[in-house]
Structures are given as C-alpha cells and as structure tokens.
C-alpha cells in the first residue's frame, strides 16, 4: 500500500515551445497534422435550431431561457420568437389507498409541467457546436433539454434541371 503513495516517482520534464515557426521546426517535436479532407470541406449551414425545455419550475425556466439568450447574442446567433405555454400539462394518476380491498378510498397524484420553446436562425456547424455544449454544459437540474436542427443543403443535380 505504501508503495502507491510513494512521491518519489516523477516524470522527466519534456520541453514546451509556446512560439513555433512552420520554417524552423526542430526534430523531436511533432506539430499536429490536420486531414486534407477536414481543410478543404465547407462547414454546414442550418437555418434554424429549435430548443424546447421540460420542467417543473417555470421560474427556473425562465432564467435558463434569458441565459441562452445572452449566450446566444453574445455567440453573434440571431434569436428568433420564444414563448411558453400559458398553462401547465398536467398528468394525473389515480391510486388506491389500499390494495385489496376499500374501493372507495382513493389517492390523486399530479404532475405539472411546464413548457418554454426557443427559436435561433442562420448558424453555421460550428457556432452551433459551440453554441450546444455551452447551454447543454450549464443546464439545470429539473430541466429536460429537446433539441431540433434544421439544415440547409444543396438542390440534387436531377432536380436542378
């Protein structure tokens, strides 16, 4: 068990260059290679990302909704039309209160919840990648996330005849 804990053992430092110059590129150090195929291919364009949002607490909601949108206009992402639902869906769910016998003696159990839709136009993959994992990295509990892309993409050759 000692063993484990021992602090004896280290790595040997390997030198770090902060600056490197593509023309003056030392042995030893490797610079990462980028594909050709990832250098040459467009990004993909959507032209519109629906989020819809799930919860119980409308409040909570709410606030989630204003910080995407700030996260949105501060990402340079043109935000279209959000709403909520005026009223909550409820889901009801009767049980009785004894399980043999009492028929009469029931219990009601309900859930609402609360819905808030939100809408951004004109994106590019990669702002909608950033745009995703920041929300999705601070969403909150109670909260279910659903999210829609819509992407554009080229007319086929047969139909642009």
Same mark, same amino acid.
């Given at each position: 068990?000692?063993?484990?804990?021992?602090?004896?053992?280290?790595?040997?430092?390997?030198?770090?260059?902060?600056?490197?110059?593509?023309?003056?590129?030392?042995?030893?150090?490797?610079?990462? =290679? *980028?594909?050709?195929?990832? @250098?040459?291919?467009?990004?993909?364009?959507?032209?519109?990302?629906? /989020?819809?949002?799930?919860? #119980?607490?409308?409040?909570?909601?709410?606030?989630?909704?204003?910080?995407a949108k700030t996260a949105a206009e501060h990402l340079d992402? =043109? *935000?279209?039309?959000?709403? @909520?639902?005026?009223?909550?869906?409820?889901?009801?769910?009767?049980? /009785?209160?004894?399980?043999? #016998?009492?028929?009469?003696?029931?219990?009601?159990?309900?859930?609402?919840?609360?819905?808030?839709?939100?809408?951004?136009?004109?994106?590019?993959?990669?702002?909608?990648?950033?745009?995703?994992?920041?929300?999705?990295?601070?969403?909150?509990?109670?909260?279910?996330?659903?999210?829609?892309?819509?992407?554009?993409?080229?007319?086929?050759?047969?139909?642009?005849?």
């Amino acid at each position: 068990m000692l063993k484990w804990l021992s602090l004896s053992r280290t790595r040997p430092l390997q030198a770090v260059r902060w600056y490197t110059d593509v023309s003056n590129v030392s042995t030893g150090v490797q610079q990462p =290679e *980028v594909p050709a195929a990832a @250098a040459g291919t467009p990004d993909k364009l959507y032209s519109r990302l629906e /989020l819809q949002m799930k919860g #119980i607490d409308p409040e909570v909601m709410k606030s989630y909704a204003t910080f995407a949108k700030t996260a949105a206009e501060h990402l340079d992402i =043109e *935000v279209g039309k959000h709403w @909520a639902l005026r009223k909550a869906v409820k889901d009801r769910l009767t049980l /009785l209160k004894s399980v043999h #016998i009492y028929k009469k003696h029931r219990v009601q159990y309900e859930i609402r919840n609360y819905y808030r839709f939100m809408h951004f136009h004109k994106l590019t993959g990669s702002t909608l990648d950033t745009f995703l994992e920041y929300i999705e990295r601070n969403l909150p509990e109670g909260i279910a996330l659903k999210v829609t892309k819509v992407e554009l993409q080229e007319l086929p050759e047969h139909l642009r005849k």
